[in-house]
């Protein structure tokens, strides 16, 4: 996101922060979660670009929930690496824990990023 469009507080620049319907986990087959999360990484990224791009107080504040939520997805991915040696049981239960990660994951980044974009509105 550039900071001209960071700076104008357009609706399109806040919908931007918002997951696609065909991002969401329940759309992937658990051979592809590995995409999901790359976008979702780049969603964070792209939060992280606009935070450090606003000087204000707001913008401090906000990078180190985004640092966290960038943690969380290392550690969905590495929860991933673990299950694939994993089978049967052992491994659904895995994939399923790793898709509430992934849906809990995705709810955070668009919770920050609709609170983020609020203030935006508000300043």
């Known amino acids: 996101m550039n900071s001209q469009t960071h700076q104008t507080h357009s ?3 806040i919908n931007a922060f918002r997951t ?3 991002y969401r986990p329940a759309s992937f087959p658990h051979a592809r979660i590995d995409l999901h999360l790359s976008a979702l990484r780049a969603r964070i990224e792209e939060l992280l670009e606009a935070a450090s791009a606003d000087n204000t107080s707001v913008g401090a504040r ?3 929930l985004l640092d966290e939520l960038l943690i969380k997805q290392e550690a969905i991915c590495w929860k991933i690496r673990v299950a694939k040696r994993f089978h049967g049981d052992a491994h659904e239960a895995l994939m399923a824990d790793i898709l509430e990660s992934v849906d809990r994951l995705r709810i955070a980044i668009d919770l920050v990023a609709r609170a983020y974009s609020d203030v935006l509105q508000v300043i």
């Open 11 to 13: 609706p399109n620049a």
């Open 20 to 22: 696609p319907e065909f």
């Open 62 to 64: 906000i990078r180190p």
